[in-house]
């Protein structure tokens, strides 16, 4: 798990070093998230509690090979959080989208493609948890861009294919209460990129 985690980082920095190539760019993005980490389980018998949607944030770096045709890996750090009635549940992780995209209408283009997530660290209303099932998940990134010379904004929604949940003994309801989360993603992003 670590190697490919490893593989895919040296691939992003390959790729973002490969900027001589016509057509090619590497550079900084930021934006929002609008994002709900999956459903919440008191116990094995609980209905699922749907997360309200809240405001998150990435911040990474990409590259891009290609001008018509393009492969954009990115490196992004980002940060979600969602709310369970009175209780919150946050989440820190490096995702790697590997995306290829195609301009459809002049500086208008779509793009699609996996995404690996690792998963940095898991809240859950003030109690750390240590034990997600599965620290690297794979997600599907799909969505529109419109790039103006060496300024870009795209709309893109992520949706987790792996099952992973968190589960975590003792929160304000009692202790002994086995709890589960889906950690999942499930947002839209919004981006903001500008191209060194």
């Known amino acids: ?17 490969a900027s001589a190539q016509d057509g090619s760019s590497f550079g900084i993005k930021g934006g929002l998230n609008y994002n709900a980490n999956g459903d919440y389980f008191e ?19 990409f590259g891009k090979i290609g001008n018509d045709l393009y492969f954009r890996p990115e490196l992004v750090y980002t940060s979600t959080k ?6 919150d549940f946050s989440m820190k992780k490096i995702d790697a989208p590997l995306l ?3 301009k459809v209408i002049g500086p208008v283009s779509v793009f699609g493609g996996p995404s690996l997530q690792y998963i940095l660290d898991t809240e859950f209303d003030g109690i750390n948890i240590d034990n997600v099932e599965d620290d690297f998940s794979v997600g599907l990134n799909f969505g529109i861009g419109l790039n103006l010379n060496k ?34 993603p499930d947002q839209l992003i919004l981006s903001l990129s500008i191209a060194l």
């Open 43 to 61: 116990s094995i018998g609980d209905n699922a509690q749907n997360p309200d949607r809240n405001i998150g944030y990435h911040l990474g770096v």
């Open 151 to 184: 300024i870009g904004i795209d709309l893109r929604y992520e949706r987790g294919f792996s099952d992973n949940e968190a589960t975590f003994i003792g929160n304000n309801l009692g202790e002994g209460v086995v709890s589960r989360i889906d950690t999942r």
């Open 82 to 87: 969602s709310d369970y009635d009175s209780d």
């Open 100 to 102: 290829v995209g195609v």
């Open 1 to 17: 798990m670590r190697k490919l985690v490893i593989s895919t980082l040296l691939l992003t920095l390959v790729c973002l070093t």
